[in-house]
């Protein structure tokens, strides 16, 4: 008789379609997964932090993620990045047992894409090179980024990912972690929060190792 597995549930908000595609091909894979042993179940929403935090009813402690995007130096961006910061701090003043925590990719979620088949490690000057990595990584000729991140074609890209890339992904990121360190970059802080200005850098792997050691896959 197979033993029933538990089930934990998990919270994240996102800011476009691919990171939610994401994190439902995760739980599938997971929970398809008989070296699991655990079940999950990831909550993922395309919703601001504050509104996030605003829908969600617990009575527990609860961690919530918010994946989001660094997308450049230019003012236009670092203000943006402070200001959602800035609300994952004030859902602490909405009187619910939420603790937000960041998960940002720096440029963009397509470096940790990247990092699941391959090293992601050199700085680049714009996000959209991010493009030829990606092709390389999938075996794939988009031609653009807006043709990568339409439905069919990233959710045909998720079916070439394996459980053993994701945990693959998870190490090149802390490589990535450990370079910064070595090359002496500021780790920024702001409101409790650490980010990195220079790319590569990613905290949105952290996450989804604490998931994987949970169902016992890492």
Request: include cysteine; charge should be positive.
């Amino acid at each position: 008789m197979a033993i029933r597995k538990t089930t934990q549930k998990y919270y994240f908000s996102v800011e476009g379609e691919t990171e939610k595609w994401y994190f439902d091909w995760l739980q599938e894979k997971i929970n398809k997964e008989p070296a699991a042993k655990h079940k999950v179940s990831i909550d993922s929403k395309i919703q601001n932090p504050i509104k996030r935090a605003k829908s969600i009813n617990v009575l527990t402690k609860t961690e919530i993620i918010h994946v989001f995007d660094y997308e450049s130096n230019d003012e236009v961006h670092t203000v943006q990045f402070i200001k959602t910061l800035d609300s994952l701090k004030d859902t602490s003043k909405l009187g619910k047992q939420i603790k937000y925590y960041p998960g940002y990719s720096n440029f963009t979620f397509e470096l940790w894409m990247v990092l699941h088949k391959a090293e992601c490690n050199a700085p680049l000057v714009h996000r959209r090179q991010y493009l030829e990595p990606i092709n390389k990584a999938y075996g794939e000729k988009f031609e653009n980024l807006d043709q990568y991140k339409h439905e069919a074609n990233f959710k045909r890209v998720l079916g070439k990912i394996s459980l053993p890339e994701v945990i693959a992904a998870i190490n090149r990121s802390k490589v990535i972690v450990q370079k910064n360190m070595e090359n002496g970059l500021v780790l920024q802080q702001y409101k409790g929060y650490q980010y990195y200005r220079e790319n590569p850098a990613l905290s949105v792997w952290e996450s989804i190792e604490k998931i994987l050691k949970y169902c016992e896959l890492l």
